[in-house]
């Protein structure tokens, strides 16, 4: 599948990049107040810790000796005083991409009397988040923030996936038509689910408002080219969760229950067993015991089939292993 996947991807814009370029457009052409710097260089530790550091005079002592003729040099300078220096107090290695973040955060936590604002750092790589970050700091943006936006999650499905937000970025360009993507998912021997319905209708009720006659529509359509839907979801509504149930029922198509899971949290990781997480959502729908209990002994002769694969491939492996040490008559006769 990720082939099909990577295939399916092929021409399209990088997201990144045209979502920076989105909304340094919104700000431009809302006449937003935000310092767009941290955006622009969200992913270079370095610039972005000089350039928060020299905004508060409280850090003088720290940055008004640095030499250079502009803030690049200056912030080139600093890194290699103190954030690049081993024997600096500063000091973190950001060349350790997994590390990082993490590690540059606890030490600004570390200086008591540092003025900074960590959330630069906490938004480090991400376009939106120093975007939402900055957004909120100026008073003179208020107007144009919708008042149920009060998360960043939230900032994302109700103004950047919004058509009717100032803050929207078409995006369209960067992602795979859903055909392509179904085509990708069959071709690889897998099922094309329409998933959590419920969670779309923040960012754009005109489209996903399942009680309306378009809305319904929309999602039918939907339902119609997959092959099936994701049903029981924390975001998914009673009322919602009985209208897919029934259109998969009439269609024939499958229906899923959404346990949520993420893979493995913590560091030990954290696994759900299908079923094992009960919504209360999914109360009094007898027909999630049903699902569930086909879909337990699905994954199980998944699993089974995984292991096989698995051991064939071993035997494969030795068989090839074994015939580089056979000596050739060739070999032999030498």
């Not at 005079?57 to 954030?83: M, Q, R, S, V, W």
């Not at 008591?112 to 376009?127: E, P, R, Y």
């Amino acid at each position: 599948m990720e082939e099909k996947l990577a295939q399916a991807r092929e021409g399209l814009e990088q997201p990144g990049q045209k979502l920076y370029e989105g909304l340094k457009d919104v700000a431009e052409r809302n006449g937003i107040k935000a310092d767009l710097f941290f955006m622009e260089h969200r992913s270079d530790y370095r610039k972005m810790f000089y350039h928060e550091l020299i905004k508060h005079p409280e850090n003088a002592y720290l940055y008004e000796k640095i030499e250079g003729e502009n803030e690049d040099e200056k912030a080139k300078n600093f890194a290699k005083l103190y954030l690049d220096n081993p024997e600096s107090d500063f000091y973190v290695d950001l060349n350790n991409s997994n590390t990082r973040k993490a590690e540059i955060q606890k030490m600004v936590r570390r200086h008591k009397d540092l003025i900074f604002d960590i959330d630069v750092l906490k938004n480090a790589g991400s376009a939106v988040g120093q975007f939402y970050t900055e957004l909120l700091k100026h008073p003179e943006n208020k107007h144009l923030i919708d008042e149920r936006i009060d998360s960043q999650k939230k900032f994302i499905y109700l103004g950047i996936y919004n058509e009717n937000s100032p803050f929207f970025v078409d995006l369209s360009t960067t992602k795979p038509s859903p055909e392509t993507v179904i085509n990708a998912i069959h071709e690889a021997g897998g099922k094309a689910l329409v998933a959590h319905w419920g969670r779309y209708l923040a960012s754009n009720e005109d489209v996903f408002d399942w009680k309306t006659e378009p809305g319904r529509k929309n999602l039918e359509e939907m339902i119609d080219i997959c092959d099936g839907a994701e049903c029981a979801y924390p975001d998914n509504p009673i009322d919602l969760q009985r209208l897919i149930y029934n259109m998969c029922k009439q269609k024939g198509k499958f229906i899923s229950i959404g346990g949520d899971n993420h893979g493995k949290s913590g560091k030990e990781g954290k696994q759900y067993m299908l079923g094992s997480q009960k919504g209360r959502e999914a109360k009094g729908l007898e027909w999630v015991k049903d699902s569930v209990i086909p879909g337990k002994e699905f994954l199980s002769q998944i699993e089974k089939q995984h292991k096989y694969i698995n051991r064939l491939k071993e035997i494969v492996a030795k068989k090839l292993e074994l015939q580089e040490k056979t000596p050739t008559n060739e070999e032999k006769e030498i």
